[in-house]
């Protein structure tokens, strides 16, 4: 490539990041970074992001970086897809709902993020891996964290054969 081109490639990232996330254009989908836009973004504070994606075997594409972004840089969180959906949107990140959920699997599926289903009609993704439990209140929908030493399970059911346990969760409901 001229030194000329090379010249005004290097442009690209900076105006890039004073950009809000947008989906691509129609048809476009959603592109893997090229490498400098990449690059710029590895020395910002997506850097630790795109660690955290490429260790759990994910491409860090914009759209996921964007909700990663929204789930992981304010402490452990409990979010439904429509929460998720409707923070990016207040965010300027321009993602449909499908969208917003096939991302939550693809997280829960790499074990960066685990989905406590509470009713057949509700999920929440839970940014907490480690072991533990929760509150379910019914009434106002919200979702809390037991320790997970603060529940003690004394019997399970014989496992059937070629069945091995992953983990036991409690969800305790409550009528609040
Ligand atoms: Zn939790």
Do not use: C, W
Request: charged residues 25%; glycine residues 6%; negative net charge.
């Amino acid at each position: 490539m001229a030194a000329n081109g090379l010249e005004q490639y290097e442009y690209r990232p900076l105006a890039y990041l004073h950009t809000p996330f947008v989906e691509s254009k129609v048809g476009q989908g959603d592109n893997e970074m090229d490498e400098q836009t990449m690059d710029m973004m590895i020395k910002r504070p997506y850097g630790l992001l795109v660690e955290k994606l490429r260790a759990s075997g994910l491409r860090p594409t914009r759209q996921r970086l964007a909700l990663a972004k929204l789930l992981f840089e304010n402490g452990n969180r409990h979010v439904t897809a429509e929460q998720l959906h409707t923070e990016a949107l207040q965010n300027k990140v321009r993602v449909s709902l499908a969208t917003v959920y096939n991302t939550l699997h693809q997280f829960t599926d790499s074990g960066l993020m685990r989905e406590i289903v509470v009713d057949a009609a509700r999920s929440y993704f839970d940014t907490n891996t480690s072991d533990h439990h929760h509150f379910f209140f019914e009434k106002s929908g919200a979702l809390t964290d037991i320790h997970g030493d603060e529940i003690t399970v004394d019997k399970l059911p014989r496992i059937p054969n070629g069945a091995k346990v992953t983990r036991v969760e409690v969800i305790v409901r409550l009528d609040a």
